[in-house]
């Protein structure tokens, strides 16, 4: 049961008892105004009865005492009326019938008027004529406290709903802000807050009212704030702080959105070593001003399509996601960020090779793994910067090498000094006149049928920094070659 009819019900229960109180009261009232009235009725009415029978009794006119009681009878409210004459004890009786008109009879039986009766005794002097005796008849006390039940009726009813009415009207309105309590909880229940609730006239509700609308505020400014905050995380968990663009998790949801979709269009790689050298000979500050640099100019002048993407990894490498990019396009962008580069080293004699390398990757269309692409983009990078004179390498994915990234090299190049799978070519260098010089030797990877060249895995080797590795094997193997076969030397 709600506060609302809990407090109605009891203020119903207590008026009703009170209206019930006073309307006992009013009846009782009433009952006994109409039983004295008619008791004074009845003793006036023997009295002056006494009076009018004393003359002729004297005379023992029996007729004209029984006009005068026919007289009294008639003119009155009496159920009896009886004279008896002491001089030869013969009576003269009146009745009438108990019989109530207008008046239920459930409300007759309740007994409510006692009989009233009166008697008196007719004297002349010393000697008794006659007693007279009378009855009043309850039946208009019956109908006039009946009329009057019923009026009081009518008026308590009138009265109870009329204020059960505005009790109910009064009530609801004093609980109103309770009820915008209850709705206003349940809005902060989902974070929604909406206006402050109205102060009522009410001290105490004022109160609660003001206390609510007080919490209700400083819980909208912690959702703001906190919003703001997960805001702020959300960006700094996908946004590099130094160059404003994505991070690496970022990009990394871009790339796979983009292959679950579609995966037409190809990726840059892009090592900026402009960048790492401001790091190293100028320090952070100045390093963080060139990646500013770099990605303000590659933001405005490079990524002009909406649906590229651009990140960064590391300290120097990009990345830049082209969907549904052709390899012209995709070059076009390559050489775009070299001039970029070559811009911000401001060498007026452009004899500065670029300080930069891009590796450029074509997506095929069925292709749906982000790391064939990515290995096939830093295959590319790697043999991007082998050229440093022109520092730009398209691969397409249909060159089966190309799929190879760092670690599938650094696996093969292991294996391969570990189980002698290089090759070794000799070529001889001759002068002018012919004459050899000395000889050549290149090395190469032998595995399963594929030939794989120096030029595929060189780059990987530098990133790798396995170049001791592979510079102590090779040393070894020529030295024993050597020592095996004198033919084969300078």
Known sequence: MTLFNQIFTWMLVIFFCIVLAVFGIELNTTRNFLLSQQTS?????????????????????????????????????????????????????????????????WFIDLDIFPVITEKQTITSGWMQLAEVEVV???????????????????????????????????????????????????????????????LPPTTDLKMVVNAINVMTDQLKRYFEQQAKEADRLRKAAYRDAVSGLGNRSFYIAQLNS??????????????????????????????????????????????????MTAARLNKDEFVILAPNTDPEDLYALGESVIALV??????????????????????????????ILLSQADNALSQARNTPEHPLTLIDHSIGDAAM?????????????????????????????????????????????????????????????????LDKYVVSHVLKTLSQDTSVGP
């Not at 006390?141 to 009813?157: E, N, R, T």
């Not at 050549?440 to 049928?449: C, D, M, R, T």
Request: net charge negative; no cysteine; aromatic share 10%.
């Open 258 to 307: 983009w292959l679950t979709e579609s995966g037409i269009g190809g990726m840059a790689l892009i090592k900026v070593d402009l960048i790492s050298d401001a790091y190293e000979n100028q320090g952070f500050e100045a390093g963080d001003h060139v990646v500013e640099q770099f990605a303000d100019n590659l933001t405005t002048t490079i990524i002009t399509d909406d649906n």
């Open 41 to 105: 009725d009845v003793n006036n009415t023997v009295n002056s009865m006494g009076l009018a029978l004393a003359p002729y009794l004297e005379s023992d006119d029996k007729v004209a005492a029984e006009s005068v009681i026919n007289a009294f009878f008639d003119g009155g409210f009496y159920r009896e009326v009886n004279l008896t004459l002491l001089s030869d004890n013969s009576e003269i009786t009146r009745e009438y019938p108990v019989q109530i008109q207008g008046v239920p009879q």
């Open 405 to 469: 990234g760092k670690q599938q090299w650094k696996a093969l190049l292991h294996e391969a000094v570990a189980n002698e799978l290089f090759v070794f070519k000799y070529q001889s260098a001759t002068d002018s006149q012919s004459n050899r010089l000395h000889q050549e030797v290149f090395s190469a990877i032998e595995k399963n049928g594929h030939y794989y060249g120096a030029g595929h895995f060189l780059g990987a080797v530098e990133q790798l920094q396995l170049g001791d590795i």
């Open 342 to 371: 070559v811009e911000m080293q401001a060498d007026p004699t452009e004899l500065i090779q670029p300080k930069v390398a891009v590796g450029l990757a074509i997506n095929g269309q069925g292709n749906r793994d982000a790391s």
């Open 136 to 198: 009043a008849h309850p039946g208009y006390a019956y109908q006039q406290l009946w009329k009057s039940f019923v009026q009081l009726g009518v008026i308590m009813a009138v009265i109870f709903v009329m204020a059960s009415l505005i009790i109910g009207w009064q009530l609801q309105r004093s609980l109103k802000p309770l009820a915008r309590i209850t709705a206003k909880a349940g809005e902060i229940a989902k974070n929604k807050f909406g206006d402050p609730i109205p």
